[in-house]
């Protein structure tokens, strides 16, 4: 497709599972990005990636959160025993060039509701 | 840090009547704002843009102006019409790069 795919687009988990979250880019593009998205908020970031090189992690919430892009397209965020908190939608956007700069759009996926029981 | 506020919603209008939603931010140093829009079921989508001040960025009938004298970014249209209603977030990437959202304004437009 010619957009940002992600799955599943909705994710029902008991408090304390682990969840996965897939992102697909857009083809060719360097750069992505998750942002989590609670219900009615902004998106707020979470990590970024250039290539497969995880460069700013700053915005996890804490070490439940782990995010991999070990080839450098599909980019997984899993969440390790999932609290209420964690209920938000998650983004995925990717964009082209390297640089996060003011001339790189980011393409934004649909989102992945997550809700935790 | 650097942060954007933005007017609260909802936001009903009739169609072709005009919009405005308020955006106004906090930042160190000059960043770029945008306004970003989600149509229902669909991912966010770059609306406009505008990278320094007094730049005005429009697309498919909106505008807004970078005013850094009152650090504001308003959205304007002149006639809104029923596929304009949607969720709007303002948004600023700061010198460092980083993305900050509005909590999103949605609109919703009758006929």
């Known amino acids: 497709g010619a957009g940002v795919s992600q799955s599943p687009r909705y994710k029902v988990a008991k408090r304390g599972q682990d969840v996965a979250l897939r992102c697909d880019p857009i083809?060719?593009?360097?750069?992505l990005f998750w942002y989590q998205q609670a219900l009615g908020q902004g998106p707020e970031f979470l990590t970024y990636?250039?290539?497969?090189?995880?460069?700013?992690k700053s915005g996890l919430p804490s070490d439940r959160f782990f995010a991999e892009r070990p080839e450098g397209s599909v980019s997984t965020l899993k969440i390790q025993r999932t609290q209420q908190e964690d209920s938000a939608v998650y983004l995925c956007a990717s964009s082209k060039n390297r640089d996060r700069g003011l001339y790189n759009e980011q393409f934004f996926g649909p989102g992945t509701r997550l809700t935790v029981l | 840090g650097d942060s954007v506020t933005q007017m609260e919603g909802p936001v009903t209008l009739s169609e072709e009547a005009f919009l405005t939603i308020n955006c106004t931010y906090t930042?160190?140093?000059?960043?770029?704002l945008f306004w970003y829009v989600q149509y229902p079921g669909e991912g966010l989508q770059l609306l406009l843009k505008?990278?320094?001040?007094?730049d005005k960025g429009s697309n498919k009938g909106f505008e807004a102006t970078y005013r850094k004298e009152t650090t504001s970014f308003h959205l304007e249209k002149g006639s809104v019409q029923v596929s304009d209603s949607a969720v709007y977030f303002c948004?600023?990437?700061?010198?460092?790069?980083?993305?900050?959202f509005g909590a999103g304004t949605r609109l919703t437009v009758k006929p």
């Open positions: 083809s060719g593009h360097v750069s």
């Open positions: 505008a990278t320094k001040a007094d």
């Open positions: 990636f250039q290539n497969e090189a995880q460069l700013d």
């Open positions: 948004a600023l990437e700061s010198n460092n790069n980083d993305m900050r």
């Open positions: 930042a160190t140093g000059y960043p770029s």
